[in-house]
């Protein structure tokens, strides 16, 4: 026999279980907890920050990433600039011929920077 459960009774079950799990982690059986949130205003105000983009042509491009993240720029992309799809497997063997967004562009510090590097033996 099927049997069906209705949405109080759930309901009510699961406020049960939350207070039962409350009790269990040594806080009164009344008692509710509520996680904590960032303040939506906080998000808003990192999301909106926007830096001036460094000039890195010509420079090592290990040095070039270190000082894009010593100014904010977390989100940061590489590409062969010579066009043979290569992986930029130690950074410090390349040098920085070009670069998106222009440099001095002010831009979002979530934006994606692309950093279009040469080998140095090239």
Request: glycine letters at 8%; charged letters at 20%; one cysteine or more.
């Amino acid at each position: 026999m099927r049997r069906t459960i209705t949405l109080a009774a759930t309901a009510a079950a699961l406020g049960t279980a939350a207070i039962a799990a409350g009790s269990a982690a040594g806080q009164p059986a009344g008692s509710t907890t509520h996680a904590r949130m960032p303040a939506q205003s906080a998000s808003v105000s990192i999301d909106a920050r926007r830096a001036r983009v460094p000039n890195e042509i010509g420079r090592n491009h290990q040095a070039a990433q270190d000082d894009l993240q010593a100014h904010g720029f977390f989100n940061l992309r590489e590409r062969d600039c010579t066009g043979r799809g290569r992986l930029l497997l130690f950074d410090r063997n390349w040098k920085v011929v070009r670069q998106s967004p222009r440099p001095g562009a002010r831009v979002s510090v979530n934006r994606a920077i692309t950093l279009c590097s040469v080998k140095y033996s090239d």
